[in-house]
């Protein structure tokens, strides 16, 4: 089993930065592949971007040059620095984790999932 918690959501103005973090705990190889994704109100839950055990990353074309994901495994937490926010960035943020097939958003390839954090982006 893995748990996860994320945390460091909130509400900032366009342009502005928030970092997310993951904490996960439970199976290591369960965790070998590990991601963001979010939700925005009526509309389905998109990756936003994902690592794999060596650190190769993958990112969504519309957070590209603004967001990035990282890990730190000595105090197993994942990352995610969001600059330049927009509006449309606004969503409840998940981290996702599972131990093969990485670096895909295909969401149904992730067993594990935190609760969300809300993050909020105001023009």
């Known amino acids: 089993q893995v748990q996860l918690v994320e945390s460091g959501g909130g509400s900032v103005q366009s342009g502005g930065s928030l970092r997310l973090s993951c904490a996960a705990s439970g199976a290591t190889r369960s965790r070998n592949c590990m991601g963001w994704f979010r939700q925005a109100p009526g509309k389905e839950r998109e990756g936003v971007a994902v690592?794999?055990?060596?650190?190769?990353?993958r990112y969504a074309d519309s957070v590209k040059g603004r967001f990035t994901i990282s890990k730190d495994n000595a105090k197993n937490t994942l990352y995610l620095q969001m600059n330049s926010l927009k509006p449309e960035d606004t969503a409840i943020y998940y981290c996702a984790a599972d131990s093969w097939r990485c670096l895909t958003f295909a969401r149904n390839n992730y067993a594990y999932w935190g609760q969300g954090t809300q993050v909020t982006v105001s023009s």
């Open positions: 690592i794999d055990s060596g650190g190769n990353t």
